[in-house]
């Protein structure tokens, strides 16, 4: 759905997903883990063990309270996913869990990039006057690593991190937060980003004028109660959104 579009005097970004590349890596990233693993673990089938870590992730990050807590230390729950996973296959051997999911946390963490055109689009809000502020969740440390090694705090007014904050997304408490910082009202702000919930349902339940970015191009699911104002592919399309 697309709404009669509002033109924003600020603007509050996503960080993973929208402004960086942190899921195109998931599949091969677990896949090479788990052939490695099988290397030193004769018993252990690695699409098999691929396919049980997928089927305890997915229960895992289905729940919103584990997935407040799970996101604080990713390291931690990715080891605990993979011990679970190990214990359905017969294996309880927490020190190999743990040998597994650091490899995949450390290949993650190589393989990330800002998505293409994400940089530029920031530098091109900023050259237009846009205050910006960035939300994200997750661990303090974590993600401070994440926008220091890019060097993105120097496009937005604010950086709002969960883990140093003491509240994430969708808490009321972030959104408003935000807003004072860019010194904007809910109907005068942009929120751009590629969770359903995160980014369209609880900030337009503020006022908010929600962008969601689609990357799978797949639309919103039918049964979700969330209705953005605005789709794009990609942050990129930000731009032509803006001038359209």
Known sequence: ?????????????????????????VQS?????????????????PERLVETIFQVRDWYWSDPERHRVGRQDLRATSAKIVHLALQKLGIDDEKLARAIAFAYRDRRDAALRPLPGAIETLAALNRRGF??????????????????RFDLAKYFRLVLIEGEFGAGKPNERVYRHALTTLEARPDQ????????????????QLGLWTVWVDRTGNGVPADSLARPDQVIPVLSDLLALLDG
């Open 189 to 204: 702000t942009w929120i751009v980003g590629d969770n359903l919930e995160w980014e369209v349902l609880a900030p337009s």
């Open 29 to 45: 990233a677990w896949r090479d883990v788990c052939v490695d693993a099988a290397t030193t673990q004769p018993s252990l089938a």
């Open 1 to 25: 759905m697309v709404t009669s579009k509002r033109y924003p005097v600020a603007l509050i970004l996503d960080l993973d997903d929208t402004i960086l590349d942190d899921s195109s890596s």
């Open 131 to 148: 205050p910006l502020a960035l939300l994200t969740n997750g661990a303090g440390p974590a993600q401070r690593a994440k926008i220091d």
